[in-house]
């Protein structure tokens, strides 16, 4: 196995000594995913830290009329459903898996045995929880200040990669909009 992008992204984000390092590669799992497969079902408790290797994953909920899509996680992203892995309660949040999957996974009670050995690996993972909840503040301001037309081409200059992978029908629920609107802004170029 190759830990290649793992170790990239890693680096980019804190310093680790080489025997966390050795440690963190020597407890991650290997987990494949066909398109379709949920990594995260709603009312399960997530107790893994995910790294994307490779494909497409969206967060989302489902509130009974239609899915809400928090966000998307491509190749080389470090993810989790917070709430859940840090409190240990069901979540309400699902992970999909949009194209075939590749992920390491890395079980919540090794996590936090690494951060109470080793400090740079609590940094690590400091640094890790706290984009969440700044990612969404973003998400909520996003959805609350700009029209669907702003929310559309906020997407195409924030994750221009994605247009091509992600249907329509969830780039529309991700905008919090119908596909019929988003056929009228896309067609208004």
Sequence with gaps: M??????????????????????????????NYRKGDFLLKSDETCKHFYFLEKGLVKLFFD????????????????FTELSGFLTGKPSKYMFVALEPVQVYSIRK????????KYHSAETLFS????????????????MLEDDGKKRYHNFLKQKPELIQRISL?????????????????????
């Design 169 to 189: 029908g969830d780039l529309a629920d991700y905008i919090g909009i119908t596909q019929v609107s988003l056929s009228r802004i896309r067609a208004q170029k």
């Design 109 to 116: 009670n090794i996590v936090d045995t690494l951060c109470k």
């Design 2 to 31: 190759s830990y290649t992008n793992f170790l990239q992204t890693i680096e980019k984000i804190s310093n680790l000594e080489q025997e966390v390092i050795d440690e963190l590669i020597s407890n991650l799992e290997l987990k």
């Design 63 to 78: 509130n009974g009329d239609k899915d809400f899509i928090m966000t998307f996680f491509s190749e080389n992203s470090f």
């Design 127 to 142: 640094k890790l929880y706290s984009k969440a909840p700044v990612n969404m503040m973003g998400r909520i301001s996003e």
